[in-house]
Structure formats: structure tokens, C-alpha cells
């Protein structure tokens, strides 16, 4: 079949046209977004001087290596073996829950949430042993409005001010079994942990300490109390002094270990004005 030059040329100029109409019509589709502020990095970096609980695997990093290479480029790398649990790092409940979940199996939303600091630094300082009350929530409550749902609540015992010092930060520089008994830092009370499941949905705790129960611990019943509700904790949190009270955003990414009842996490906070 046949057709004429100038039909072929105005078909193809309509459907060029008409194309580009269509384009051009559409609405233009804002990219979603990103919490806006400062960024303020919770976490402490890992080396030999990472404090790892008294009888953990502390980190070790060997240089595999670091130098040119015969084809002319640069090339470095390492190995690298630790704990799941030392330095800023995750608790997965299953870590004092029997079938709860796993590092990889805590959802992303637990994870990235808004966030509330309630500041005991005051008492944690006064008091190496001190015990985070269900008084200090209610008392951050009168002042700031509830516990929002599906929040983070982070606690600072003041105690971020010692890391890396052992000694000071958990009460001991010795290692091993017979060094936990010397543990002492302050932790959230099992009264506390109790309430807070209770009366308020929360998606994680953390703590500028070693772990969420106090340093004389015995039976871990905050650990026990929160994971059986499949809350997880961030233990030797960084920088908490340079929060706010409320009002920011935590983006919390642990190593996604299969399996595993903690991992190293990346913890940030993007914060809207940094109180000084």
C-alpha cells in the first residue's frame, strides 16, 4: 500500500507532537524527603581502644595490605574479628529472649523512628549505680507531653563523658569472669523497663552505658523485660549530650548478621537545631 508524502509527514509530525504534549502535561512528582538538620553521629568508631564487655572478644584488625601493587594501583585491606556486643552496638531480643527476633529480622521501622532523650545525667554521675526510675520518665513527661508511639527513647546517664576509659566508664579495667563483679554504671531500672511496655509503644531503647541494666546486675531483668516484647537496645550510645530533648529523627542500621543476637550499629540522629 501506498501513501502519500505529505500524509506520511503529518502523521509523523502528530505523533511527535503529541508526544511531547504528553510529557510535558505531566505533573512533576516531588523526590520523597529526607530528614532535614544537623547530623549527629551516635556512634564511636572501632579500634583496640572499643570497650567490649569484661569477657567479650574485643576488636582485633589486621592489615592484609596496604601498598602498591606489580599492576601499578594502590591497595589496601583488612580482616577483622570482634564480639557481636561491644562498642555503640545492637541487642536483638533474642539476645535474652528465646524466639524473638534476630538482628536480621528486626524491621527497618523499629529502627528509623522519631526519638525522645531523657537526661539523668545528674543522678548517673552522682551515683555509679544509680537505676533509671519510672520517677525520671514521669518527671521527663510532666515537662515534654508523653512518650509519642513508635518512638525511640534514648537515656543519658552522663556517662558517654568516659568512654573509652574502662576504669571509669565501666568501674574496672580488668578482664574476664571474675571482673563483672566490679562492674559498676548506671542502667534502667526492671520497674522502668516494666512501665514503659506497658503503658507506652515504643520501638527501642538506648543508653550511654555498657548495657541497659546496671553494672551490679545479676539477673539482666530490663534486658529480659524489654526483648520478650521484641524491643531492641543500643548499648554505648556517642554523643548524647548534643541532643535535644525531642524533637529529632534516629536512623539506627546495625550489620545485618544472619542469625545474630547483636551486631555493630551505625547510629545517627538528624536533629533540627542542636541545643547548646
Not at 539476645?95 to 548517673?124: N, W
Not at 554521675?125 to 515534654?144: G, H, M, R
Not at 534514648?154 to 574502662?166: I, N, S, V
Not at 549530650?241 to 536512623?251: R, S, T
Request: hydrophobic fraction near 40%.
Amino acid at each position: 500500500m501506498k501513501i502519500n508524502l505529505s500524509i506520511y509527514i503529518f502523521i509523523i509530525s502528530f505523533l511527535i507532537l503529541g508526544c511531547k504534549s504528553t510529557v510535558e502535561e505531566q505533573p512533576v512528582r516531588e523526590s520523597p524527603k529526607f530528614p532535614v538538620g544537623a547530623i549527629v553521629d551516635l556512634s564511636y568508631d572501632f579500634s583496640d581502644q572499643t570497650i567490649y564487655w569484661v569477657n567479650a572478644k574485643r576488636f582485633e584488625k589486621e592489615k592484609v595490605a596496604d601498598g602498591m601493587t606489580d599492576a601499578g594501583f594502590y591497595y589496601s585491606a583488612n580482616d577483622y574479628s570482634a564480639a557481636e556486643h561491644g562498642g555503640t552496638h545492637i541487642d536483638a531480643p533474642v539476645h535474652f529472649a528465646k524466639d524473638r527476633q534476630t538482628v536480621d529480622q528486626i524491621p527497618l521501622e523499629k529502627l528509623i523512628a522519631p526519638a525522645v532523650k531523657i537526661d539523668v545525667s545528674a543522678k548517673g554521675l552522682s551515683n555509679w549505680d544509680y537505676q533509671i526510675s519510672v520517677k525520671d520518665i514521669s518527671n521527663w513527661e510532666a515537662v515534654n507531653g508523653p512518650i509519642p508511639d513508635n518512638c525511640i527513647v534514648l537515656f543519658q546517664t552522663g556517662f558517654g563523658k568516659f568512654y573509652p576509659d574502662a576504669e571509669k566508664y565501666l568501674g574496672t579495667a580488668n578482664r574476664g569472669d571474675d571482673a563483672a563483679k566490679d562492674l559498676h554504671f548506671p542502667g534502667l531500672h526492671p520497674d522502668a523497663a516494666e512501665w514503659l511496655v506497658k503503658n507506652r509503644k515504643i520501638n527501642a531503647v538506648g543508653l550511654d552505658t555498657a548495657s541497659v541494666d546496671y553494672g551490679q546486675s545479676k539477673d539482666f531483668k530490663s534486658h529480659i523485660t524489654l526483648m520478650n516484647e521484641n524491643i531492641p537496645a543500643f548499648e554505648n550510645v556517642a554523643n548524647l549530650e548534643k541532643l535535644p530533648a525531642k524533637g529529632f529523627q534516629i536512623i539506627a542500621l546495625p550489620m545485618k548478621i544472619k542469625g545474630g543476637s547483636g551486631a555493630p550499629l551505625r547510629i545517627v540522629a538528624t536533629v533540627p537545631s542542636i541545643e547548646e
